[in-house]
């Protein structure tokens, strides 16, 4: 089966990662197909996964455009519709990984006749996007898709919510290697000398800076906790998020605590800094469509707390695999992790289960099997 995948990001974020991992098995007849330039590129490279950027222009649609915006930017459109459609009639099946390739896609599917996937990575509700651009995913979705896959029971909820229609719609989660998130005693010691993290309880955030992710609730939660408790935030303000990030240092430099939080920035070795961690944290204020850093810590054998909302509430099962807060509050954040600090029979016990656990249901070989039964029975439809 020949695949033309479609993503509008040069940066990798939750849904590109995604994406490497389902176009790998599918990499000698495949192609990804890039709204823009950047490190999700070279990545697909390094994996050998067949790449081409489509365009060098920004598309002006954000989240929050209103009709007109987005009508405006259909002619901008046009250069890449017709790009797309020419390498679509090469191909079996269209495989639209974002928003803005979902409106690409969904052209190119009618006009080339080639069946639409729409893999859904987003909580499509009002909190992330405007009407217009939540009614044009819909709309586009419902009428042009022959599958939609959602990351996950909430983002299918939210999907249907809005109009979505259900019998087109599968959960499929991310998958991983498990192997990737092995890493050796020797190298653990070697990254927390490296980082000044010797003796420290080290605290992971690993997330794109947004307000939205909520690093803020974690450095509030750190002002409550012993003095030992350092915090480590890896990520970088992918999407042009620097005054959160000065917010952040403006509100580290108020509570004191400019020793006790290092900025990583964007990292391409997240097994090794997780493992590195004592505790991982995740504190997305609005629900998570999925939360692939909840997995990729348990992965690692290290725990886990994360927001209860969303995604977050299929992955982890309170006191069995992990640890659920509710968004939004520090204080109850920094209860849960002086409880792991105290309770540290408990909390490794709790780590190990969760890596055991997640090593089976979010296996990658598991997760594409879906994927590729899915797909087949398309191609079944179609004949
Ligand atoms: N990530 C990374 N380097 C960083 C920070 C994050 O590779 O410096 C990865 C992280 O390991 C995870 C992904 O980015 O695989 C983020 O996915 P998630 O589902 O947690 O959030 P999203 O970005 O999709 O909102």
């Not at 490190?39 to 002006?60: D, G, Y």
């Not at 990984?97 to 409106?103: D, G, P, R, Y």
């Not at 651009?133 to 042009?144: E, G, M, Q, T, V």
């Amino acid at each position: 089966m020949k695949i033309l995948f479609l993503d509008q990001s040069g940066k990798p974020g939750g849904a590109e990662l995604c994406l490497i991992d389902i176009a790998k098995p599918y990499r000698d007849c495949a192609l990804v197909g890039l709204f823009a330039d950047g490190n999700f590129r070279k990545l697909l490279v390094q994996n050998h996964i067949p790449v081409e950027v489509l365009t060098n222009q920004s598309i002006a649609v954000r989240k929050q455009s209103n009709l007109l915006q987005a009508f405006a930017s259909v002619g901008q459109l046009a250069p890449l519709i017709t790009k797309v459609v020419k390498i679509a009639y090469q191909y079996d099946l269209i495989y639209a990984n974002t928003q803005k390739a979902l409106v690409v896609g969904a052209i190119a599917s009618i006009i080339t006749r080639r069946p639409l996937v729409y893999h859904l990575h987003d909580i499509l509700s009002s909190e992330h996007f405007s009407q217009t651009n939540l009614r044009i995913a819909i709309n586009l979705a419902n009428h042009c898709a022959s599958l939609v896959i959602a990351n996950s029971q909430a983002s299918r909820t939210a999907f249907i919510q809005a109009g979505g229609k259900p019998e087109i719609t599968e959960v499929v989660y991310n998958g991983f290697e498990p192997q990737n998130y092995h890493t050796s005693n020797d190298e653990i010691q070697k990254i927390r000398q490296q980082l000044g993290l010797e003796n420290k309880f080290v605290v992971g955030h690993f997330s794109r800076l947004s307000p939205w992710k909520g690093q803020h609730i974690l450095i509030a939660a750190l002002a409550q906790l012993p003095p030992q408790v350092t915090v480590i935030l890896v990520g970088d303000a992918l999407f042009g998020e620097q005054d959160y990030v000065e917010q952040l240092h403006q509100q580290i430099a108020q509570l004191g605590l400019e020793n006790r939080v290092k900025f990583l920035g964007f990292r391409a070795d997240i097994p090794q800094l997780m493992a590195a961690c004592n505790l991982v944290t995740h504190t997305s204020t609005a629900p998570e469509p999925f939360g692939r850093v909840i997995v990729e810590a348990m992965l690692c054998g290290t725990p886990v707390v994360a927001a209860k909302a969303g995604g977050a509430v299929e992955l982890v099962e309170q006191g069995v695999n992990g640890f659920l807060v509710t968004p939004g509050e520090p204080q109850a954040l920094a209860q849960v992790i002086n409880t792991c600090i105290q309770e540290t029979e408990i909390t490794a016990k709790i780590a190990t289960q969760a890596r055991d656990i997640a090593s089976q249901r979010f296996h990658v070989a598991n997760i594409n099997q879906q994927i590729a039964q899915l797909i087949s029975h398309l191609q079944g439809n179609r004949k």
